[in-house]
């Protein structure tokens, strides 16, 4: 594995690592303005990675396909939604702002559901990186290595504000400032091992590519309907969600289509 593909993978958890890390300086709980605003952004930039880093280079390796091009992207696009939904219900987790758990009921503490909840969000994104990583290691034409990176930039762009969501939350419900850090990186590290054990077995998902990229679209997006725009909506109304997922989006975007 070459050194640039290490450190394509291990970009989006030093995001959320960063994140964490603003535990330290930012002695006040977020407002629900701001949570608003960086959940909009989040969703932003995971829906233009869905489809602009994945299921439009999906589609395209498909093209003598034809009229059918589509398929594999809508067949792999739905095995990630159910495989996100099987994971939703077996997996106890508590979203922010949540009273209530979802999944199977478990004696678990408020606090180890929380950080769940934001591992569970972050296992597509690891798998999105794997996927395209293993495809630009593979030599195929469509995924570059400026596209590969432009998606792990996206991502950690997101997890930046996502790690400060789970570390400052965890600390205001009692944990002390360095575990609520620790906590926050933890629940990123699912990343890099996901999208590890992808390139490492990318001779399995290299003849499947498309189903495999659109699988981890449909992952990541279960997470921004599922999760983060019920998370913008929530309570007071305000506009600062839909401004940022507009943010989120063009930057994704721009960065697919600057750096592919």
């Known amino acids: 594995m070459t050194g640039k593909v290490l450190i394509g993978i291990l970009i989006p958890f030093l995001g959320t690592a960063l994140g964490s890390a603003c535990v330290f300086f930012m002695k006040k709980e977020l407002s629900n303005k701001v949570q608003k605003a960086l959940a909009g952004f989040a969703s ?27 398929l594999p992207a809508f067949i792999g696009f739905w095995l990630g939604i159910l495989f996100l939904l099987f994971l939703d ?60 990176l432009a998606l792990a930039l996206g991502i950690a762009i997101q997890n930046f504000p996502e790690g ?11 944990k002390s400032t360095g575990k609520a850090f620790l906590d926050g990186v933890l629940s990123g590290a699912v990343e890099p091992i996901g999208a590890l054990l992808i390139i490492l077995t990318a001779g399995f998902f290299v003849p ?4 495999f990229l659109c699988f981890a679209a449909g992952a990541m997006m279960y ?25 989120g989006f063009t930057i994704m975007m721009a960065l697919d289509v600057a750096l592919g």
């Open 44 to 70: 932003g930039v995971m829906v233009a990675a869905s489809i602009w880093s994945l299921i439009i280079p999906a589609m395209e390796q498909c093209e003598s396909m034809g009229r059918l091009s589509f």
């Open 89 to 148: 219900s077996v997996i106890p987790h508590l979203h922010l702002n949540a009273d209530k758990a979802e999944g199977p009921r478990a004696k678990l503490k408020r606090t180890t559901m929380m950080v769940l909840a934001v591992t569970l969000h972050n296992i597509p994104e690891g798998m999105a990186v794997g996927v395209v990583y293993a495809g630009f290691i593979s030599g195929n034409d469509i995924i570059t290595a400026g596209g590969a």
């Open 164 to 174: 400060a969501i789970i570390s400052m939350p965890l600390r205001a419900e009692g």
């Open 208 to 211: 499947v590519m498309p189903y």
């Open 223 to 247: 997470v921004v309907v599922e999760e983060l725009i019920p998370e913008m909506s929530e309570g007071e109304h305000s506009n600062i969600g839909v401004v940022m997922f507009a943010v």
